[in-house]
């Protein structure tokens, strides 16, 4: 992605947040100066993986698949002492998918904040990591729903998915309602060992650098 793209995609993020009150920490809002004034916070951010993060995925094509990450807390995956769970904010704009995926060691809950709709389809993985075609049940506000295999399941401002693991399930914002500000609250998180996604695509994006970075990515420089 050009570093312009990514600043694009930041100033949306921003704009929801706005428009939607909410607040991040004092270094969600850190520039590159802050992060180099500040080594040994920023040490413990990038440690567990905090800050924001822009992908497209590999893809080329940030606004059909890509996405915008604030993560908020976090721990250290398998490392004692550390939090046990994570909290993170999703952007997402309409028609954006997050492409197809399963997590070995978060179960999490996906929590469409406020906005438009977010549409979530799931499909049941063999022992190798294959699809299977058997139904799928999740929890939604802890009520059960059954569903074929990339059923979409929609869900309105205040719903929220329960997604154990082991199940692939890809999202988007559904056509016609508007960006959606998405809530993601799991175990703790490790996004460079536990992303296993169904097509090959690449997770963080190659940055082609156009122009100054408006916020730094937590996957940028060494932890």
Not at 185 to 205: C, H, I, K, M, W
Request: charged letters at 20%.
């Amino acid at each position: 992605m050009r570093r312009s793209e990514i600043n694009a995609a930041l100033r949306f993020a921003i704009e929801m947040l706005d428009t939607w009150h909410w607040s991040l920490p004092v270094w969600g809002q850190w520039t590159t100066a802050d992060v180099a004034a500040n080594p040994d916070v920023t040490h413990h951010l990038r440690s567990r993986q905090l800050g924001w993060d822009v992908t497209d995925f590999g893809s080329g094509r940030f606004a059909e698949q890509g996405l915008v990450l604030f993560c908020l807390r976090n721990g250290i995956l398998g490392l004692a002492g550390e939090r046990s769970y994570a909290e993170k904010l999703l952007f997402i704009q309409e028609g954006q998918l997050t492409p197809a995926h399963l997590h070995k060691a978060k179960q999490e809950d996906i929590i469409n904040r406020a906005g438009g709709d977010l549409v979530i389809e799931f499909c049941a993985a063999d022992e190798t990591g294959g699809t299977t075609s058997s139904e799928v049940t999740v929890l939604v506000d802890g009520i059960e729903h059954q569903l074929g295999t990339w059923e979409p399941l929609v869900l309105h401002p205040g719903q929220s998915v329960t997604i154990p693991t082991g199940l692939y399930h890809r999202f988007y914002g559904a056509k016609g309602t508007g960006p959606v500000l998405v809530g993601e609250v799991s175990q703790v998180n490790d996004d460079r060992t536990d992303n296993y996604f169904l097509e090959p695509v690449g997770r963080f994006a190659a940055i082609e650098e156009d122009a100054p970075p408006l916020r730094p990515l937590w996957n940028e420089g060494s932890a």
